[in-house]
């Protein structure tokens, strides 16, 4: 079973920066996928960026490619989600997730463990 817990959602002006962490607790097998989602009202959540924890590898969607920055510190467990130059387009409720590595990374499907999210709100 694993635990993820997010933190560092707040409210920035557009062009602002925020970084959210993802503590995750308990075990993983080596082959693992952790990403971050994000959803807003009425909306089907959608991936933002996904990194495979076995090689370092990091996918990104193409909205946020160049702004957002995908990492892990293995030391302390935990993921990371880099935001620069915020756009009020950003404002979201930002998810932490952990799977199997394996199908379409930006889908829900392969994702097993969430957190229970946090919000970032961009103003214009």
């Known amino acids: 079973q694993l635990q993820l817990v997010e933190s560092g959602g707040g409210s920035v002006q557009a062009g602002g920066s925020l970084t959210l962490s993802c503590i995750r607790s308990g075990y993983t097998t080596p082959r693992y996928r952790m990403a971050w989602f994000r959803q807003t009202p009425g909306k089907e959540r959608e991936g933002v960026a996904a990194l495979y924890t076995f090689g370092g590898t990091t996918e990104y969607a193409d909205s946020v490619k160049g702004r957002f920055t995908i990492s892990q510190d293995n030391a302390k467990n935990t993921l990371y989600l880099q935001m620069n130059n915020l756009k009020p387009e950003d404002t979201a409720m930002y998810y932490c997730?952990?799977?199997?590595?394996?199908?379409?990374?930006?889908?829900?499907?392969?994702?097993?463990?969430w957190g229970q999210g946090t919000q970032v709100t961009v103003s214009s």
């Open positions: 997730a952990a799977g199997m590595a394996g199908g379409n990374w930006a889908a829900t499907g392969p994702y097993d463990y």
